[in-house]
């Protein structure tokens, strides 16, 4: 059984910074798509940042050049380092890949974690 388990959360003031991850488990035979994404209080969950084909990127219009995705092929891991942070940033962060299980493909999700930015 496949399971992403994030890490990383926590509470900063505006302005400051986090590095999430995001690891992989369990009988992978390849993973062609991750992806964060988070949901806000009394919001829909929205895409953030994913990488595609593990070569392009996509972001956010919100991000604006201040979160940086990266993926550890070997490990099966996803990172999201996020600066500036800002109170609308606050939300439950979560992570999903598209992955191969020997046979056949399956999207898996995190718990995810929660990233609270003060003002």
């Known amino acids: 059984q496949v399971q992403l388990v994030e890490s990383g959360g926590g509470t900063v003031q505006t302005g400051g910074s986090l590095r999430l991850s995001c690891v992989a488990s369990?009988?992978?035979?390849?993973?062609?798509?991750m992806g964060w994404y988070r949901q806000g209080p009394g919001r829909q969950r929205e895409v953030v940042a994913e990488i595609t084909g593990n070569t392009a990127t996509n972001y956010a219009d919100f991000v604006q050049g201040r979160f940086t995705i990266s993926q550890d092929t070997d490990k099966f891991a996803l990172h999201l380092q996020m600066n500036s942070l800002k109170p609308e940033d606050t939300g439950n962060y979560s992570c999903?890949?598209?992955?191969?299980?020997?046979?056949?493909?399956?999207?898996?999700w995190g718990q995810g974690t929660q990233v609270t930015v003060s003002s």
């Open positions: 999903n890949f598209n992955v191969k299980l020997r046979s056949y493909w399956r999207s898996v």
């Open positions: 369990g009988p992978i035979w390849d993973i062609d798509y």
